[in-house]
């Protein structure tokens, strides 16, 4: 019996993945534990073990069980959930939790850690180079609200490294853009204030057939990849029999703006009442990036299960049965 612990369970993310492990064939073979900050009976109502622990604080580690095969590290803070600006919350989490985090691993003679981090270290290349590679040099601005965020994630990769070098514990790192997936909650911090998010601002205007506009250039791509596709990814980590790699979430596609929009359109407008669209090439272009994957498929054996439109359509199928 492998025991596999997720830390940030209670996430968007880490339901979709407790949920992805609960629903393989060779799930018997695994003993799950959610981990957490929050209160909640989402787990126990599926017979999974959770463990309410702030990573920040080492003594709460005592909880977690010992003889561990995996650990999964889905937590920290983001500016996308952080109200306001709270620089020192960032080093707290994700620093002081990632080493606490991997002493843990070491005390319980963890195997294997998979750890979230974000694709912001090397993002501002795609504006030069659309494809973005997993060994590429660190490139970010010193001069935002996301700095500190993006240097304690840096921080932590290398503290894995440390980890990996010195006590032979295999390091897996996963560098993430923005994961697509339906969740009840559809807001997000920018600059320390709450907005709606983007893609979720646009499928309500599709569901109720809104006009919709496409904003700078139509022809920008983003890489648009699935939640349950990331799970795919993670879930073949945890067995995969090397020691050691580094890999872009994605699907190794881009999908154009102009594609986003008449998919959203597609799927989410009623059969009688199809939004219109309405170019505006006089506002501010959409980030664009491509992730190469080929690492991930060479070593996981990852294949993309979901494109655009399947995508879409299984989002959908989420918010009808809510069950995240």
């Known amino acids: 019996m492998k025991r596999i612990v997720i830390f940030g369970a209670t996430g968007d993310t880490g339901k979709y993945l407790v949920d992805y492990f609960l629903n393989m064939p060779s799930f018997g073979d695994c003993e799950l534990y959610a981990v957490g900050t929050k209160t909640t009976d989402w787990f126990s109502k599926r017979n999974v073990k959770y463990i309410q622990v702030d990573v ?7 909880k977690l069980p010992e003889d561990v095969y995996a650990v999964i590290d889905l937590a920290g803070v983001m500016p996308a959930r952080m109200k306001g600006y709270d620089p020192q919350r960032y080093i707290d989490v994700n620093i002081t939790g990632t080493l606490n985090i991997l002493e843990y691993c070491r005390r ?19 504006e030069e180079n659309i494809v973005l590679h997993p060994d590429m040099q660190r490139k ?6 996301h700095t500190v965020y993006v240097m304690t994630k840096n921080f932590s990769v290398d503290l894995i490294r440390h980890y990996h070098e010195m006590y032979g514990l295999k390091s897996f790192i996963f560098r993430l853009p923005t ?3 339906w969740s009840k909650i559809d807001e997000y911090y920018v600059d320390g204030q709450i907005r709606k998010i983007g893609y979720r601002k646009l499928i309500d205007q599709a569901i109720n057939g809104e006009t919709m506009e496409i904003w700078g250039d139509k022809s920008r791509k983003k890489d648009m990849v699935y939640v349950k596709d990331f799970c795919q990814m993670l879930y073949k980590a945890v ?11 994605g699907t190794g596609i881009g999908t154009t703006l102009e594609d986003q929009i ?13 939004s219109k669209v309405i ?14 994957i080929t690492s991930a498929v060479n070593d996981l ?11 879409l359509k299984d989002m959908k199928l989420e918010m009808e049965l809510n069950r995240f």
Do not use: W
């Open 179 to 181: 994961i697509y997936l």
């Open 140 to 145: 970010f601005s010193f001069h935002s609200d």
């Open 108 to 126: 319980s003679g963890a195997d294997r850690i998979l750890f979230a981090q974000s694709f912001g270290d090397i993002k501002d290349h795609a």
């Open 301 to 311: 054996g990852y294949s993309p299960k979901y494109d655009y439109i399947s995508m």
């Open 262 to 274: 008449n998919g959203m359109i597609e799927v989410f407008c009623p059969p009688d009442k199809k």
């Open 279 to 292: 170019p505006r090439p006089d506002m501010p272009n959409a980030p664009q990036y491509i992730m190469d």
């Open 56 to 62: 920040s604080k080492k003594e709460m580690f005592t």
């Open 239 to 249: 067995f995969a029999e090397i020691d050691t790699g580094y890999y872009n979430v």
